[in-house]
């Protein structure tokens, strides 16, 4: 019975895991394209002819700069494993706060955007963190019933 519960654990775990790489993956490319959109409308027409160089360029800008650079990477994994999912809104609420307090950080650091562009990306980006968590903690509830709800332990760790 208790070597069950470590499974379980275990996989509840792992699965957690998995679901924030895919959150953080899906927030970092829907956050350059944002950075992109927010960058037409400021300084007009693209420097490059390539969109995708545009694109790439600011994916990994967004990766290192932010989401490494300010430790949301590490926050937002820390919150995903702690936080049970037994209220389905607790942790995109916790996640778009991160990102908030992640991106104010960023900005005072680095400066250089106008104050409208901060804020389309402090609405933008938390909108987008939002709903991703949101969809991530929808794919741990499908998994969690999927798996026929034999872990008492439901989508948390048992914290």
């Known amino acids: 019975m208790r070597e069950e519960q470590v499974a379980t654990t275990e996989g509840l775990i792992a699965k957690r ?16 394209v944002l950075f992109i959109v927010v960058a037409f409308f400021t300084f007009g027409s693209s420097r490059s002819e390539n969109l ?7 994916f990994v800008s967004v990766l290192m700069a932010f989401i490494f650079y300010t430790g949301f990477f590490l926050t937002t994994a820390i919150f995903r494993l702690i936080l049970g999912s037994r209220r389905w809104w607790l942790y995109p609420i916790v996640a778009t706060a991160l990102f908030l307090a992640h991106i104010e950080y960023f900005f005072r650091r680095t400066g ?48």
Do not use: H, Y
């Open 112 to 159: 250089g955007l106008p104050g409208s562009d901060r804020m389309a990306l402090r609405l933008g980006g938390a909108c987008i963190v939002f709903f991703s968590t949101v969809g991530g903690n929808r794919l741990l509830q499908k998994w969690a019933l999927a798996d026929g709800g034999r872990s008492r332990f439901r989508f948390g760790i048992g914290l």
């Open 17 to 32: 895991l998995v679901v924030w790489s895919l959150e953080i993956l899906s927030e970092a490319v829907l956050l350059a």
């Open 52 to 58: 995708f160089e545009d694109f790439l360029f600011l």
